[in-house]
């Protein structure tokens, strides 16, 4: 079974940084696209940005420039650091993946989450 286990939030302040790392495990034979997404209470959950296998990467518009999407393909690890964070990047952390299964089915896999607070 396939799990993405988030780690690296946490209470910042404005202004701070923080890195947050998201590692599949288990069984399966390829992850194509990687992302991260975030849900802050009461809105729904938004993109912030998606990196391929090769390195492209996708950003939305409002992190541009402070967040940075990188992975590392041999620990199926990717990475999110966030630099320059804003009160209003207050949310739940998600990241996601689209991994081949064994029986060659692309299913998206979500992490459980992880909390990101920045003080004002």
């Known amino acids: 079974q396939v799990q993405l286990v988030e780690s690296g939030g946490g209470l910042v302040q404005a202004g701070g940084s923080l890195r947050l790392s998201c590692a599949a495990s288990?069984?399966?034979?390829?992850?194509?696209?990687m992302g991260w997404y975030r849900q802050a209470p009461g809105k729904q959950r938004e993109l912030v940005a998606t990196?391929?296998?090769?390195?492209?990467?996708n950003y939305a518009d409002s992190m541009k420039g402070r967040f940075t999407i990188s992975r590392d393909n041999a620990k199926n690890t990717v990475y999110l650091q966030m630099d320059s964070l804003l009160p209003e990047d207050t949310a739940v952390y998600y990241c996601?993946?689209?991994?081949?299964?064994?029986?060659?089915?692309?299913?998206?896999?979500w992490g459980q989450g992880t909390q990101v607070t920045v003080s004002s």
């Open positions: 996601n993946a689209d991994i081949l299964s064994g029986r060659l089915q692309w299913n998206t896999h």
């Open positions: 990196i391929a296998p090769g390195g492209y990467s």
């Open positions: 288990g069984s399966f034979l390829s992850i194509n696209l």
